[in-house]
């Protein structure tokens, strides 16, 4: 066969492959579409929103999700092979009603739409969407898919579509099919929530379930129940859920854990799967562990090669694993945007227990639930979970994978309390250990004076300290990629063991002189950046902002963020005749206000962690002024749940406020709002608090 046949033939082939592909590919979205549009469950064909709804900013009229597990035979090669089908479908009909809800619903995203062929030109697999738009006159129009783009970067989706001339009062009527096949039977677990954003008149959940596989669901906090009933080679699993109220508006929630939902599995197996057993299993993954140490080893016999305090090798193994050179080497992150870099994969893991083992060193691996959704034993999956090393000292150290500024014995507060499960070898690790209000600590303290020359304006002095979870918000702000570069640039992290390790020592270096040379522009564009934050955050005019680094908080040794800052700020003080109003409670930051309909309160109570946060003003008097209003700011609630305390006095020509609020508990049973809302609304009149500088 010559070249230029093979390849008219190969080409022949193409077209005739493309013809198979979009022949299936206008049958199989036909025929959904009339499974969708034309012949849809009576619920969707509904345009009227219930009165009580009227005022509501969009409505779901309907709300439908479909899942079907079957088998297939198709041929693989010539023989026949038996292949396991899952269908998934979405389909929602929603009544928008004002222009919030169009902005919210002008633009949907959503995965590519893909259609796959078999031998036979049969639709083997399929993802199909649709989308049109009912005007209140019953005219219909259908959105062209041909007009998506992608996404933006970081989305979970892949395209993304404008819906056009969508209007209030417009119907938004949008479904997404999906065929898939695999030659092994899918076991899932997942959970649904029935409440959202917007109220459901009408919502059915369907599952059809194969007969070698099994349903197990669980509705919690009021959700109903399913219904059964014998279908085809299976069973169907029903849930209708009418006239469903939007979520309600509340402060400090976790949605799993109060709002009416199902939790569900798919599995072989007549019996519910024990999930503590499963994380063990999965916890079993972490050996036999292979994983390549020369670079560890080489840095612990460089520096530390005789060392037997188990907490300073841990320590040490965690910073090095931190360290941009080290992600360079194990992780292949670039260097040069350290703070850009997400938590390190689960390859840390393997490769500080790797040491350990090597080293004899006792710990344990757990699997740790989040507090957003519960127990291990309540989960219908794993998704919510995360590993931490324990490494059992006394008293016993707990890694989790590195972030920028992450350390030792510390892992996201959603984890704090919860009963993690080890492998079944290991004793029960108990519950991780809480954090405290005094751990998790912000501290400001200010020096005020009125501006020379005009004294309608505060300078502000400030030095900040900030620890535990709240130090976070604060590192981001402030420290640079510089900064953190800088703090690395120690001679253990130096060792050239190898080629590799010379050529990314060598890379780190020069990141660090390229930052070193634009230094003045990259602080620049953070005190450019930070006079933004601080004019939200104080609803002030912010002028002549400067800010000093006095330590970046990287290390357990100085585990605290502090930087002082000063800057000129407008809108604080007000002119009353000769006198001047100043009102100092707005240098704490707008507080929590309780809205009249989150008074009342039926659900628990569930915040991050426990925190303080520690104010203290302190005011030069001018000559010639004298104070009045210091009343404003005396306050003291505090109870079981926490509270705000807060002082004004007059030392010689000096104002001196100290203010100091604290949450005492990461969880409240709803008994308990009572309590928090009062010193809540203290440090609302606390911030709504003035004084008066007044001429005698």
């Not at 910073?319 to 040069?336: E, T």
């Not at 570069?485 to 050529?503: G, I």
């Not at 049973?669 to 007044?694: D, G, H, Q, R």
């Amino acid at each position: 066969m010559t070249g230029s046949m093979k390849t008219t033939i190969l080409s022949l082939i193409s077209i005739l492959f493309c013809v198979h592909l979009v022949t299936a590919q206008t049958e199989v979205e036909k025929k959904i579409r009339e499974e969708m549009w034309e012949r849809p469950a009576p619920e969707f064909k509904t345009t009227q929103v219930p009165e009580k709804w009227k005022n509501e900013s969009a409505v779901l009229l309907a709300l439908q999700r479909e899942y079907i597990s079957d088998y297939n035979t198709k041929l693989r090669g010539i023989s026949p092979t038996k292949v396991f089908v899952q269908k998934l479908s979405l389909h929602f009909r929603i009544k928008v009603q004002d222009k919030a809800a169009v902005e919210d619903f002008s633009e949907i995203e959503f995965n590519n739409k893909s259609v796959k062929t078999n031998l036979f030109g049969k639709a083997s697999e399929y993802r199909v969407i649709g989308i049109k738009v009912i005007k209140p006159n019953a005219t219909e129009k259908e959105v062209d898919l041909k007009a998506a783009v992608k996404t933006d970067a970081g989305s979970s989706s892949e395209l993304k579509i404008a819906v056009p001339n969508l209007e209030p009062g417009d119907i938004l009527d949008y479904f997404i099919a999906i065929r898939d096949e695999d030659l092994s039977i899918s076991e899932f677990g997942d959970e649904e929530t029935l409440e959202g954003k917007y109220p459901i008149v009408s919502q059915t959940l369907r599952y059809r379930i194969h007969r070698l596989l099994n349903f197990h669901a669980a509705s919690l906090y009021g959700a109903p129940s399913f219904k059964t009933s014998a279908e085809g080679e299976g069973t169907s699993y029903i849930l209708r859920d009418q006239m469903r109220e939007k979520s309600p508006d509340i402060l400090w929630n976790y949605a799993y854990r109060t709002s009416p939902q199902i939790r569900y599995m798919i599995r072989k197996g007549d019996d519910k799967p024990d999930m503590k057993k499963q994380a063990q299993s999965l916890l079993s993954y972490f050996s036999p562990n292979t994983s390549d140490i020369g670079f560890m080893m080489d840095f612990m016999r460089g520096n530390f090669k005789n060392e037997k305090d188990i907490r300073k090798i841990v320590y040490e193994l965690y910073y090095m694993l931190r360290n941009p050179i080290y992600l360079r080497a194990y992780f292949n992150v670039p260097q040069g945007k350290p703070l850009d870099v997400g938590a390190a994969g689960n390859l840390f893991f393997y490769l500080v227990t790797k040491y350990l083992d090597k080293h004899d060193i006792d710990h344990q691996m757990i699997l740790v639930p989040s507090r957003r959704m519960g127990a291990i034993s309540t989960l219908s999956n794993f998704q919510s979970c995360d590993f931490v090393l324990k490494v059992n000292t006394k008293p016993a150290i707990y890694i989790y994978r590195p972030t920028p500024f992450g350390l030792p014995n510390e892992f996201p507060e959603l984890f704090e309390g919860m009963e993690g499960v080890s492998t079944s070898s290991r004793a029960n690790p108990g519950p991780m250990p809480k954090s405290t209000m005094e751990q998790n600590s912000t501290k400001y303290f200010i020096q005020l004076s009125l501006h020379p020359g005009d004294n309608t304006k505060l300078d502000l002095k400030r030095t900040v300290e900030a620890a535990g979870h709240n130090r976070y918000y604060h590192q981001y702000r402030v420290v640079t990629n510089y900064d953190y570069l800088k703090e690395y640039d120690l001679p253990k992290y130096q060792v050239q063991s190898s080629h590799l390790m010379r050529d990314i020592i060598k890379d780190y270096n020069k990141e660090k002189i390229k930052y070193e040379q634009r230094i003045t522009q990259d602080y620049n564009d953070r005190d450019t950046r930070l006079t933004k934050d601080i004019e939200n955050d104080l609803d002030v005019k912010v002028s002549a902002y400067k800010l000093t680094l006095k330590n970046p908080g990287m290390w357990d040794s100085s585990p605290k963020v502090i930087y002082q800052d000063e800057f000129t700020a407008e809108n604080l003080t007000k002119k009353a005749g000769p006198n001047l109003i100043l009102e100092l409670g707005r240098l704490i930051e707008q507080q929590t206000t309780i809205k009249d309909e989150q008074k009342n309160r039926r659900v628990d109570v569930y915040m991050d962690y426990p925190r303080s946060y520690v104010h203290e003003f302190t005011l030069a008097i001018p000559d010639g002024y004298k104070v009045e209003g210091l009343e404003n700011f005396n306050s003291k609630v505090e109870n079981a749940t926490g509270g705000f305390v807060s002082t004004a006095t007059l030392e010689g020509n000096k104002l001196v406020i100290k203010a100091r609020k604290y949450y005492l508990k990461n969880f409240y049973p709803a008994a308990e709002w009572p309590s928090i809302t009062e010193f809540l609304n203290a440090s609302v009149n606390f911030y709504n608090a003035k004084i008066l500088l007044k001429k005698p």
